[in-house]
């Protein structure tokens, strides 16, 4: 590669980074702002108000339960408080056996990573549990006694406890949009598959295949921040009122998973029927309108539940979106698709389970769900 391509290409990269960077940083700066506050506030409390020398673990204890993780908050401050109180005893208790050196430290060390990994899976938890009882054994015990590294690991557990119950954001907000960005791709995924269908591009579905395939880290991370929300939502007094709102989410994610694997699956029927040339053009067609007009349906169903539209509002795109999912469901039946050959068969039947997943997505119970598709 010339010299001046390489320059090129580092320029590009180096811009790139620096933009990610800064959105990275601007989306980080009440997080940043809350974990500052939390872990100043709890080292002062535990230095001023307790009277600790010097308590650090305060501090650190708030910066670990906080954090940028997705992780639940609650557990972080469970597994910091516990881990760190636990490990203070199991290192006291050891060192009262063996002393003090560096092969008590190694025994110590490994005995509580052991113990920490058959009481709990969390890594939190592994980390403090091991960290605590090592530096009981390294380190000289504080002034106050070796337990008040442990009350100053609660201070900076309940200052974080705080900071979420009164963080300003809302918790519904993460959520709804992953939400949106899955249900966006979701219908992406259909409209790619109608497309490959009229073009008779096998190709083409395959790469709408590849696409349904690539939704699973969307899925885990909806499925993440829906409980962390619902987390929030449960100690916070000012957001408890969304706690249903974040059920029905939740309860609608579990069909939308459905709706995704069953996308996976139609999408890699629908190659093998173009490869078999199975559908005639008039099929071809109508086929993929249907599949079009459920991508409309997904599209409402997206404003429904990752808007932030008010109550009546959402109501009403869940019932656009339950109407247009119906009228779809009403005409999956071969014959109505001038469908004639055994593959064509399969792929509208495949195809079936999908509608009724997105039906049940909006509130419906699986029976009346399953009553508006044709009989076949």
Sequence with gaps: MPARNRIAASRGFLRDRFRVGVKRSGASVIPALQMTICAVGAYAFAEYVLGHEGPLFAATAALISLGFSREPRTRRVLEVGIGCTLGITIGEALLHVLGTGLWQAAVVLFASLMLARFLDRGVIFTTQLGLQSLLVV?????????????????????????????APRDPRREPKSNIRELLSELSAVLRQTADALVRSDSTLAWHALVRARNTQPQLDLLARSIRDAREVARISPAYRRYLAELGDLRGSVSYLDLAIRN???????????????????????????????????????????GG????????????????????????????NLEV?????????????????????????????????????
């Design 263 to 305: 996308s996976r699956v139609f999408a890699r029927r629908s190659t093998s029927v173009i490869n078999h040339a199975a559908l005639s053009d008039s099929a071809l067609e109508k086929v993929s309108e249907v599949i079009n007009d459920t991508a409309d349906a997904v599209d409402v169903l997206a404003r429904a539940l």
């Design 340 to 376: 004639t050959d055994l593959y064509g068969d399969a792929l509208v039947m495949l195809f079936r389970p999908l509608v009724v997943d997105l039906l049940e997505a909006t509130g419906l119970p699986h029976e009346e769900a399953v009553s508006y598709l044709s009989e076949v």
């Design 138 to 166: 390294l380190l000289p015990a504080p002034d106050g006694g070796v337990f008040t590294r442990s009350a100053d690991a609660v201070v900076g557990g309940i200052f974080a406890l705080i900071v979420t119950m009164l």
């Design 308 to 335: 932030g539209e008010s109550a009546a509002m959402r109501e009403r795109h869940l019932r656009q979106a339950r109407n247009e999912l119906a009228a779809v469901a009403s005409r999956l039946h071969p014959a």
